[in-house]
């Protein structure tokens, strides 16, 4: 990107002012209808009630639509009852849709399975049978550990099935974190794998969770999958095979209808604190707007389109988007294992080719990373069966957007910036392809039957042209219905920013016409490769280091990964004269970013780790991390007049342009 040329686009694209029309051939075929906003405009509630109805099989009819008596605590169709993993797999074999592939699955060292419909039954119904036989009833919690792999989905449909609500944890955090989240959810069973494979290479994944499990006393059992066949730990009493479990259990079971407000799931995330939140779901308000964006922001058409999305199950993406929505809408899915690069550059693209990829739903840290690739990838590749693409968990800058429609979709196809959020559990914000015209790098409006404004300090909406806050002011069916066993924190978190309406932590701009542009977080939350991540928590992490006195992060914009971690520490005293003698201090910092990896895992290690003497501090003591943005984004640094000690920025500075 350094040549002048490429500078020059990269500047125009910056300024990009062009919009895409729909493709009438598009429109005609397409799901979403420009009808569907002046459905819902008509009548909120009734838009919802009829998607629910439309939607989704129910054992039981509902009779109320929204219950918002108890706001924030919202119910919806609260005395219908449904079953989601019947609505999800039974009821396409039931309507003859057995021998369909619900997933064509990618391993990452090439092996492959084909699993139809009829086959997901079969597994979910006897991993249902095990979980029972196991101890596990209704209402128990499930903590899942997988990589991604089918047994991952099978596992989470087999807890909706018996009414368990899982609690998936991303493979790559850690033994503590997954420890953390075990313990506060109370989970009665683990299911894990011995490994999976990453870059080339098996890596283990029951060596964390025999170490988390010994410290978690409401663990029984461990189901372990095998997948890298590698040499694991065994605890006779505790540990079973699920490939063995399955293959004993019944293939009979008779799902049982659950009452729409059954709680789903729990998925922890993080927020402004140390301590992560665990986001619950419950069943059918989540299942439904699942399906109902999966279609109309996707544009799935369940008997042709072959939907691959690229994210892993561990992120509410997965949750929505690979297993709830597109399985209750009885797509075809591609799931594959492992990263972009592995054994190639190309690997994605081939899959694409492969398998005919039609939809495809990614981040943009993965769009701009195939970009510093080059275009000579995956033109190598036939990508003309993609039809449809999307983008989530960040910001798509426009040349990113350009990119991705001009070289993955020939020029032609639409791009969907989705925005949304674990919490909201289904996307909120994107454009409809073969409704509305584009605008690169804007999540533009609202799905039909959502509500979203850019409020300013005092709540207040913004005029066209002008930014603020992002909130949601009308409840939909797929919020959040609390933060498990912490229901104040629920409602200060979201709901006592702005009173009675939801505030998201983003910050928005609104253009002329109205479309809306999310900027990005306005809180201590950090959007690294589109994980979110707390600042507190990597600061606690650092500081729970037995050679760390002080620590400050803050995330730095970063050209690829979106934000960077960035941290500041002060050593306590011994290690200070350590780190002197060693020069630079390089084996220190090796060690403090291992150490954040431990406590949290790889994906929080901090991109730098800045040994200072000193933090810049507000005089009531509050670190000002906007001044530690500006060194870590190589800025001039802004107004100083309201730290303690103003020289302190001078003596970060100065520390830092000392040569390595
Ligand atoms: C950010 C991921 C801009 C945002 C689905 C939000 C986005 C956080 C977009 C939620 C987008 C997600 N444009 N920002 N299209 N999508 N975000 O819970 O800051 O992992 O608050 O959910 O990601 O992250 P989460």
Partial sequence: MADAASEETLSNLLHEDREFPPDQAFTEQAVGKAELYDQAAADRETFWADQARARLAWSKDFTQTLDWSEAPFAKWFADGQLNAAYNCVDRHVEAGNG????????????????????DLLDRVKRAANVLLESGVSKGDRVAIYLPMIPEAVVAMLACARIGAPHSVVFGGFSSDALRTRIADAEAKLVITADGGYRRGKP???????????????????????????????????????????LEAASPEHEAEPMDAEHPLFILYTSGTTGKPKGIFHTTAGYLMQAAYTNAVVHDVHPEKDVYWCAADIGWVTGHSYIVYGPLANGATQVMYE?????????????????????????????????????????????LSSLRVLGSVGEPINPEAWIWYREVIGGGKTPVVDTWWQTETGAIMISALPGVTSLKPGAAQLAVPGISVDVVDEQGRS?????????????????????????????????????????????????????NIWVLGRVDDVMNVSGHRLSTTEIESALVSHPKVAEAAVVGASDATTGQAVCAFVILRGDAVQEADEEGEGGDLVAELRNHVAKEIGAIAKPRQIMVVAELPKTRSGKIMRRLLRDVAENREVGDVTTLADSSVMDLIKEGMSKPS
């Avoid at 021998?99 to 009829?118: K, M, N, S, W």
């Avoid at 195939?370 to 190598?380: C, D, L, R, T, Y």
């Avoid at 066993?485 to 016409?513: H, L, V």
Wanted: charged share 25%; glycine share 10%; aromatic share 12%.
């Fill in 99 to 118: 021998d369909r592939v619900a997933l064509h699955f990618v391993g990452e060292p090439g092996d492959t399975q084909d699993i139809t419909y009829a």
């Fill in 203 to 245: 890596s283990g994944l029951k060596s964390a969770v025999d170490e988390a499990v010994a410290q978690s006393p409401s663990v029984g059992k461990v189901l372990v999958v095998r997948r890298t066949e590698q040499d694991v730990e065994w605890d006779d009493q505790r540990d079973v095979w699920w490939h063995e479990a």
């Fill in 338 to 382: 492992g990263t972009p690069d592995t054994p190639h550059q190309g690997r994605w693209w081939e899959i694409v080719q492969q398998h005919q990829v039609s939809i495809l739903y990614c981040a943009p840290t993965a769009i701009r990373t195939f970009m510093k690739w080059g275009k000579e990838i995956p033109a190598k590749f036939d």
């Fill in 462 to 514: 913004v005029e066209n042209g002008h930014g603020g806050y992002l909130v949601i002011d009308q409840p939909w069916p797929s919020m959040l219905r609390g933060i498990w066993g912490d229901p104040e924190r629920f409602k200060e978190t979201y709901w006592s920013r702005f009173p009675g309406i939801y505030f998201a932590g983003d910050g928005a701009k609104k253009d002329d016409q109205g």
